[in-house]
């Protein structure tokens, strides 16, 4: 999936929701991309600080649009 495709369908999956959650877009940069997968789950390993103690390195930008598509891709 292209992240086009990936935000429109992560901005439908959270419509609705009580949580404000950040409007992704094909532009979003990595800091949205982390505030949304933090939103979404928020016991996940997203941000720096959690990323660098568990796994020893931050998510990629790249990472970040994976770990979406495979959120919304289970619900």
């Known amino acids: 999936m292209t992240p086009a495709t990936i935000a429109t369908i992560a901005n439908a999956a ?42 020893e390195k931050v998510l990629t930008t790249a990472e970040s649009w994976d770990c979406i598509a495979r959120m919304v891709d289970d619900s």
Do not use: K, M, Q
Request: with cysteine.
């Open 14 to 55: 959270v419509d609705g929701s009580s949580r404000i959650h950040p409007t992704l877009t094909a532009d979003s940069d990595r800091e949205t991309l982390i505030d949304w997968l933090s939103t979404c789950d928020p016991n996940g390993t997203y941000t720096d600080e959690d990323s660098l103690a568990e796994f």
